[in-house]
């Protein structure tokens, strides 16, 4: 069954269209990198599938059902530009109380498990607000993955990275891979990200101008997607 | 998982953040004392005038106060995207409503229980003779300013000039709760028990509540997922 | 097309209000308790209807846009909530004056006159709220939610004033009695030109926020570009 | 008393006829600058399209 699907989808800021008649799929352990410039739509997108706004016209599947569903919110995992977690709350509160709001068997346990993968163990009850950077940037990562995410949504997530995160993302990205999971993200970093990608789509001023296998070449040369599909 | 579990992990996440900060409390405490000293040079407090005016009092006190809890309610999850990550997690908008609003009620509460005996002494006025009917009105009264304050605060979280647009909208909202809270507080103290005249203002205050908590639960997911 | 309407509904609003006003000041006589003031009346009850139609066209407006998504219907919201503030307006300063001359004062917390100032404080805050966002999808979307609390607001408003007011002395005014089947036809012909007034000016209104709107995403689109 | 009551009644229609005069004149003002924005965007666009 596909994984990610938009079908037609429209969004409007005011009659403005932000996105016109997306067709996207991501089918499972897949890894499908959306890319394009500024204002392309790609963060409007990701945030439709992730179901945070809903689409004007048109609709997202996730495993064929709606994204704002129960059962399906429970299988996205999500990254954005912020670190969705809690400044006044240590390393640990903050992924129990995760792993509470996702229904975990044992949320405590983990927890743990997830600040060792991150190599956060060691600063478990710090208060996020004291954490450095690339600290906080993994403790985001762990929140993402805490509930074992069939759907990864990732919106730029190697801009704000240090590269130790960056390390630990992309290996946590391949397992996931292995795993038959699902990746969706959108990027800038063409170098890293299609490295990770086995599908590449872009969008053109809220339109897909391409959407295909990564091929050898767009690795060589990331600027080559653009120059084929990307200009008027 | 069930309704009010999820609901009471959102209220106890939400107060150990405020209570490791204490920054809304703290502020909503010393901003209530501030106001007591501050209507003492309003009027002068003879014991018969504070009587008839402590209802009023009372309630304005409570209301300000407990705006500065409540603008922070949602404002709080605005750092970091924490929002984003609530209204991904898979628990449904209603308990995330009413788990920030119990959140944002025990500790308006707390902030008037302790500036109920302040009261007491600056003003001189005895102010238990119905203590528990008066505990009834208080919890009424706070869940009508909570659930607007707590609502109203997830209405304007995005946008500029939050601070001052909240309470321009929550106090013209909120004056038929706080009517019948300052109508029924103020027979209270005076030694009115409940029922018989002042039984019409317990009824409109419990209506408020009802009918405001309703649409709130209804429109909720409306507001944060656009 | 709506144009033409707008046209229309003038001209006979116009020819209702000539007619209204001829026969509020030449062929009624004075009342006999309050005089000449008692003819603010015949302005002063419909401006309030006209502001009540207002924002129950307003809440259903919203609750439209809410289900359709439809940005007509926010624009709908938007002008008519707009026009009924200025007829709001118009009542409480009407109501006003004539309490200066029948209970001697400009304002009284009187029942009616304190929940249309705390009406007109609500609605108020509504075009304020919408000031404050910029995109338009949210502001559409956040006004709408408020737009309905505010009309759920209005009777709670409008019964707990009128209670509260009951258990204080008040000046006592509208005594008893029949009303002259001339007034009432006057009265009646009044409130609907400044309903069909109303609908005029929120038609004006609708279409430069339809117009202002088309201009924001040809701007967006020019930026776009 | 009488004369009072007459002023009154005249000052009260010219209030309420006043603040709807007003508000047709917010409505003129707001049609003014939607017409200026839009001159402005034509503008706008027709520099874009010689370029």
């Known amino acids: ?232 | ?226 | ?225 | 008393m009488d004369t009072r009551n007459f002023t009154f009644m005249f000052y009260g229609f010219l209030a309420a006829w006043l603040i709807l005069v007003v508000y047709v004149l917010s409505l003129v003002s707001r049609e003014r600058k939607i017409s200026e924005q839009l001159k402005g965007l034509k503008g706008l666009l027709e520099y874009k399209d010689r370029k």
């Open chain 1, 1 to 232: 069954m596909t994984a990610v699907a938009a079908e037609g989808v429209w969004k409007y800021y005011g009659d403005y269209p932000a996105l016109r008649d997306v067709m996207l799929r991501a089918e499972p352990g897949t890894c499908l990198a959306l890319i394009g410039r500024n204002g392309a739509g790609k963060t409007t997108l990701l945030r439709i599938i992730g179901g945070f706004s809903k689409a004007g016209r048109g609709q997202v599947r996730i495993f064929g059902n709606d994204p704002r569903e129960t059962q399906t919110r429970r299988r996205l995992g999500w990254i954005g530009h912020g670190i969705s977690v809690y400044d006044e709350l240590s390393a640990f509160e903050n992924l129990s109380l995760f792993g509470r709001l996702y229904d975990l068997p044992d949320p405590r346990k983990a927890a743990m498990e997830w600040l060792e993968r991150t190599g956060l163990e060691r600063v478990k009850d710090g208060l996020v607000r004291e954490f450095s950077r690339g600290m906080r940037q993994r403790l985001a990562v762990a929140r993402a993955f805490l509930h074992q995410p069939s759907v990864l949504l990732l919106d730029e997530p190697f801009t704000a990275l240090d590269d130790r995160a960056i390390a630990v993302l992309q290996r946590l990205l391949r397992d996931a891979l292995a795993e038959g999971r699902t990746v969706v993200m959108s990027t800038h970093q063409l170098r890293e990200a299609l490295e990770l990608a086995t599908h590449v789509a872009l969008l053109n001023r809220g339109k897909t101008a391409f959407q295909g296998e990564r091929t050898a070449q767009m690795v060589q040369d990331p600027g080559w997607v653009y120059a084929h599909y990307g200009e008027d």
């Open chain 3, 1 to 225: 097309m709506r144009e033409k309407l707008i046209y229309s509904l003038g001209v006979i609003a116009a020819v209702l209000l000539a007619r209204d006003l001829y026969s509020i000041f030449m062929q009624l006589p004075d009342e006999a308790s309050q005089g000449m003031i008692y003819r603010i009346i015949f302005f002063h009850v419909p401006a309030a209807i006209t502001a009540m139609a207002c924002s129950a066209v307003a809440c259903v407006a919203s609750i439209l846009f809410l289900v359709t998504k439809n940005f007509k219907h926010d624009a709908i919201a938007v002008a008519s909530t707009e026009v009924g503030l200025a007829f709001l307006a118009a009542n409480l300063v009407t109501g006003s004056i004539w309490g200066r001359i029948i209970w001697g004062i400009w304002w009284t917390w009187d029942a009616r006159l304190t929940s249309a100032l705390v009406c007109w404080l609500l609605y108020a805050g509504y075009l304020m709220l919408r000031r404050a966002i910029e995109e338009p999808a949210a502001r559409a979307r956040i006004s709408a939610v408020f737009n309905i609390f505010a009309f759920a607001d209005v009777p709670i408003v409008i019964f707990s004033i009128k209670w509260w007011r009951t258990q204080h002395p008040q000046p006592v005014f509208w005594g008893g009695g029949s009303i002259d089947p001339a007034m009432y036809l006057t009265a009646l012909l009044n409130l609907v030109a400044l309903i069909l007034l109303g609908v005029i000016l929120t038609l004006i209104r609708l279409r430069q926020e339809e117009v202002q709107r088309e201009i924001d995403s040809i701007r967006r689109y020019a930026h776009a570009v």
């Open chain 2, 1 to 226: 998982m069930d309704f009010f579990r999820e609901m009471w992990v959102i209220t106890r996440k939400d107060l150990r953040a405020e209570l490791r900060t204490k920054e809304a409390i703290n502020a909503s405490l010393a901003f209530s004392l501030v106001i007591l000293v501050l209507f003492s040079f309003a009027f002068d407090p003879t014991e018969k005038e504070t009587v008839s005016m402590s209802g009023g009092l009372l309630w304005i006190v409570f209301a300000f106060a407990g705006t500065l809890v409540l603008n922070r309610s949602f404002a709080r999850e605005v750092p970091n995207d924490c929002l984003d990550a609530l209204v991904a997690a898979p628990i449904s908008g209603a308990a995330l409503f009413m788990g920030k609003a119990l959140a944002n009620f025990l500790l308006v509460l707390a902030v008037e229980l302790v500036s109920l005996p302040v009261f007491g002494i600056f003003y001189n006025v005895h102010w238990t003779s119905h203590f528990w009917s008066l505990m009834l009105v208080l919890a009424l009264g706070t869940w009508g300013l909570t659930v607007i304050g707590t609502i109203f605060s997830a209405l304007t979280v995005n946008i500029r000039l939050r601070e001052l647009m909240a309470p321009l909208l929550v106090y013209p909202m909120l004056i038929p709760a706080l009517m019948s809270a300052m109508q029924l507080s103020m027979d209270l103290i005076a030694g009115k028990p409940l029922g018989g005249e002042n039984q019409i203002w317990l009824r409109l205050l419990v209506a408020f509540d009802v009918i405001f908590t309703a649409l709130s639960l209804v429109l909720l997911e409306t507001v944060l997922v656009g």
